[in-house]
């Protein structure tokens, strides 16, 4: 059974930090494609991040610069480090873990408001 499950968000005053953290079980981490989604209320779903297994990134261009996503094969974890967070950052966060052009497993999303 896979497994996904995202920790570390929370309320953060903006310009602040978080780091999320996505532990993975039940599939062979290393081959997979992680990544990270955001869904904010009354907007779609978007992808914030992702990593493939050759440690290749893509970001999205609102959080290029202050966001990095980095992983861990030999603990099944990947990460989101979240810096200068802003107002527009508040969201449900989600981790993915996609293989080739497979629909991805998803984590059950974890909440980041930005707020003073």
């Known amino acids: 059974q896979v497994q996904l499950v995202e920790s570390g968000g929370g309320l953060v005053q903006p310009g602040g930090s978080l780091r999320l953290s996505c532990a993975a079980s039940?599939?062979?981490?290393?081959?997979?494609?992680m990544g990270w989604y955001r869904q904010a209320p009354g907007k779609q779903r978007e992808l914030v991040a992702d990593m493939t297994s050759g440690g290749s990134t893509i970001y999205a261009d609102s959080v290029k610069g202050r966001f990095t996503i980095s992983r861990d094969n030999a603990k099944n974890m990947h990460y989101l480090q979240m810096n200068s967070l802003k107002p527009e950052d508040p969201a449900v966060y989600y981790c993915?873990?996609?293989?080739?052009?497979?629909?991805?497993?998803w984590g059950q999303g974890n909440q980041v408001t930005v707020s003073s």
């Open positions: 993915t873990a996609r293989l080739g052009t497979r629909n991805p497993y």
């Open positions: 039940g599939i062979s981490f290393r081959i997979y494609t």
